[in-house]
């Protein structure tokens, strides 16, 4: 008995993690169709958990989400319900132009094994930037802000929600680890301006901040679209290491998370209880 705990034990703590550099084109219904092809793609390859890109439906810009957001439920969320049961695995769906009660958001729905939603993070930080020369972009245009944290619960550990922008702000991420999340997951489309510049290098930082796996799912580059991602979907360990890079085109990037690696990091550099709370503290405003 001993060593089949033993073993369920060790089951647990490793897990494969799966994200989906989707091509992403004008027309919704080829999306949802190459999305939900490659995550049974993946689920067959042994992942656990699959991650879509942000604004996977629809192309990105503020000019599309009005004519391509969806309710939640909705058709796009309700195949990621249904492929999440068929596969019986956790999809993380990205993110979708979401209207409710008159607003648009930036949102990820997350699914489980039974295909019951279990969270719905909505982007809480709106991406309005002016880099001059090369980009100016305002999501505040056409979308409202998120209000809550997300994070949902895996027989592996708790896992934390951010959209792209989000990733920006260390003050989530470090709620995010206060809260037990072991693995942070930011859907995020950069593009070729602040790609290069920041997103491994913020993916990073969040990870040995907080002693957890980040993982970022982008779109594939399409050279002709109006906003062209990055690409470069990154899983990183807490150690700060690289797992896994994929390159500017559509694919599946994997990687084995391993949660005793994780601790071994957390016991080998104690941060978290060589916190100065006395001189300084992040805290929530709501729960």
């Given at each position: 008995m001993g060593s089949l705990f033993l073993?369920?034990?060790?089951?647990?703590?490793?897990?494969r993690l799966a994200l989906i550099q989707l091509q992403v084109s004008?027309?919704?219904?080829?999306n949802l169709t190459r999305a939900c092809g490659l995550i049974r793609e993946a689920s067959k390859q042994g992942a656990q958990i699959v991650s879509l890109p942000e604004c996977f439906n629809s192309p990105y810009g503020t000019k599309y989400f009005p004519e391509y957001a969806e309710k939640i439920p909705g058709d796009s969320t309700q195949k990621l319900s249904e492929v999440a049961k068929e596969c019986s695995i956790y999809?993380?769906?990205g993110s979708i132009p979401e209207e409710d009660a008159g607003r648009l958001y930036n949102t990820c729905a997350v699914?489980?094994?039974?295909?019951?939603?279990?969270?719905?993070?909505?982007?809480?930080?709106?991406f309005d930037i002016d880099v001059p020369g090369k980009i100016t972009f305002q999501e505040s245009e056409?979308?409202?802000p998120g209000d809550s944290f997300s994070v949902f619960d895996t027989p592996y550990c708790r896992v934390g929600l951010g959209i792209c922008y989000d990733i920006r702000f260390a003050e989530l991420a470090q709620i995010y680890a206060q809260r037990g999340c072991q693995l942070l997951v930011y859907p995020g489309a950069f593009n070729l301006t602040t790609g290069p510049a920041h997103w491994e290098l913020l993916q990073r930082g969040r990870a040995v901040?907080?002693?957890?796996?980040?993982?970022t799912a982008s779109?594939?580059?399409?050279?002709?679209a109006s906003y062209v991602a990055w690409g470069h979907s990154?899983?990183?360990?807490?150690?700060?290491?690289?797992l896994a890079k994929a390159g500017t085109e559509e694919t599946i990037v994997y990687a084995d998370i391993d949660l005793k690696k994780l601790a071994e990091i957390r016991q080998q550099i104690p941060i978290f209880s060589q916190k100065r709370s006395d001189l300084y503290a992040v805290e929530a405003k709501k729960s």
């Open positions: 073993r369920l034990d060790l089951e647990l703590s490793a897990f004008s027309i919704k219904s080829e999809v993380i769906g699914f489980g094994p039974d295909g019951a939603l279990l969270v719905r993070h909505r982007k809480l930080h709106l056409t979308l409202s901040d907080n002693q957890v796996y980040v993982a779109p594939a580059r399409d050279e002709k990154t899983v990183v360990s807490p150690w700060g290491e690289v």
